[in-house]
Nanobody
């Protein structure tokens, strides 16, 4: 069973920075893609950023130019550097990993437990 463990969340003032980490219990190069999601209570899960096994990244419009996703394959760790934080960034942030396991495209997905990020005004 693959485990993903997030850390780095906390309370920060608007304009501040945080770096989230997601440590995997297996080689992250085995995943086809990894991502960060976030969720505010009562709202839908929101995709924040993705990174492919080849290193290609994508971002939600709301975080472009402020957040940066990266990975350290040697440490089996994915990061989310969050700068210029806004009150609207307050959410529980989840680590996600996906692997395609069949030629037909069936996937196995893994989720972390989440880490709370709270941005105060």
């Amino acid at each position: 069973q693959v485990q993903l463990a997030e850390s780095g969340g906390g309370l920060v003032q608007a304009g501040g920075s945080l770096r989230l980490s997601c440590v995997a219990s297996r080689r992250i190069l085995s995943f086809d893609a990894m991502a960060w999601y976030r969720q505010v209570p009562g709202k839908q899960l929101e995709l924040v950023a993705t990174i492919s096994s080849g290193g290609r990244t994508t971002y939600a419009d709301s975080v472009k130019s402020r957040f940066s996703i990266s990975r350290d394959n040697a440490k089996n760790t994915m990061y989310l550097q969050m700068n210029s934080l806004k009150v609207d960034d307050t959410a529980v942030y989840y680590c996600y990993a996906r692997k395609v396991v069949t030629i037909e495209g069936a996937q196995v997905e893994h989720w972390g437990q989440g880490t709370q990020v709270t941005v105060s005004s």
